[in-house]
């Protein structure tokens, strides 16, 4: 079994700035993507940022330039800096893990770290 374990949400006031990590442990197969996505109150989840083990990363164009992902292969732990925070940043944040094996594709969720943005 995964479990990811997020941490690092809260309270920030715009402009402000917040680090999110999120530890893997478990079976995870080590050639994976790890992710955050974002929930809003009434919005369908969508896709943050990503970034696979070699280090390729993604980013909604939303938050380009403002947020960067990281991870650290050997803790099995992604990170998201996020700075210049705006008030529709304000969600629900989920990291998430995934990779294809054997033709099956896994897929496991963190339990959500709120961040809040607002003066």
């Known amino acids: 079994q995964v479990q990811l374990v997020e941490s690092g949400g809260g309270l920030v006031q715009p402009g402000g700035s917040l680090r999110l990590s999120c530890a893997a442990s478990g079976s995870i197969f080590s050639r994976n993507i790890m992710g955050w996505y974002r929930q809003a109150p009434g919005k369908e989840r969508e896709k943050v940022a990503t970034?696979?083990?070699?280090?390729?990363?993604n980013y909604a164009d939303s938050v380009k330039g403002r947020f960067t992902i990281s991870r650290d292969n050997a803790k099995n732990t992604v990170y998201l800096q996020m700075n210049s925070l705006e008030p529709d940043d304000e969600a629900v944040y989920y990291c998430?893990?995934?990779?294809?094996?054997?033709?099956?594709?896994?897929?496991?969720w963190g339990q959500g770290t709120q961040v809040t943005v607002s003066s």
């Open positions: 970034i696979t083990t070699g280090g390729s990363t």
């Open positions: 998430n893990a995934a990779w294809w094996l054997h033709g099956a594709r896994y897929n496991y």
